[in-house]
């Protein structure tokens, strides 16, 4: 995956609690065998509502969502943050995650920023009042912004989650961290032992 240093951009407001992994991709899109094309799925159900905000022209082109609390609830679908990352979000504020929701993000680059819930409050006030707003998440200092309203404040990262962002691992990239020892463990063993093949 890509490293995640900084993302900026413009929010979409969805105020809404206790979003789950299948209004976020509903079941009919799971059927599907490659990663690629899961944004047309995104909220499938809530877009036939030609006033849901995903819908609104204003908020074309957001990277960023702010979400209500519990967001990602439910089962364990990386779909969601396949279809998430398809349709250009690149980062979700929430009060609160699900946890596998919230771990799956973190292995695919998607950054979840769990932020307070006066910060969250007062974020989707201030997107809904202005989708011009433009929102930074800085993920080596732990803070969002939104300097036009005067909105400041951290959110939760712990070390490890962070570094994986910041250097773009995934769990594939943080097996090769030990490719040397891999290596040369692959070199000392017994000849007799089965073995994969390279070619």
């Known amino acids: 995956m890509r490293p995640v240093h900084v993302v900026t951009g413009r929010a979409l407001p969805l105020d809404r609690s206790d979003v789950d992994t299948d209004q976020i991709i509903p079941s ?4 599907r065998v490659e990663r690629a094309g899961f944004g047309k799925g995104l909220f499938s159900e809530w877009r036939d509502d030609r006033d849901f905000v995903l819908n609104k022209p204003e908020h074309a ?7 209500g609390p519990n967001f990602g609830v439910g089962s ?8 998430l990352q ?3 979000f690149e980062a979700v504020i929430s009060p ?4 596998i929701f919230r771990n799956n993000c973190t292995k695919q680059g998607l950054l979840p920023a769990q932020v307070d819930g006066a ?19 800085d993920v080596q200092r732990r803070t969002v912004e939104a300097p036009a309203a005067g909105l400041h404040g951290t959110f939760v990262l712990d070390d490890f989650t962070q570094q ?15 490719e ?8 000392d063993r017994p000849s007799w032992l089965p073995a994969v093949s390279a070619g």
């Open 28 to 31: 009919d899109w799971l059927k």
């Open 61 to 67: 082109g957001a990277t960023i969502m702010v979400a």
């Open 76 to 83: 364990s679908r990386e779909h969601a943050v396949w279809a």
């Open 86 to 88: 398809d349709y250009g």
């Open 96 to 99: 609160r995650f699900g946890d």
């Open 119 to 137: 910060l969250g409050r007062a974020l989707m006030a201030a997107v809904q009042a202005d989708p011009a707003l433009e929102i930074t998440i």
């Open 164 to 178: 994986r962002l910041l250097n773009g691992w995934d769990d594939i990239g943080l097996t090769l961290r030990h």
């Open 180 to 187: 040397a020892d891999l290596v040369a463990y692959e070199q």
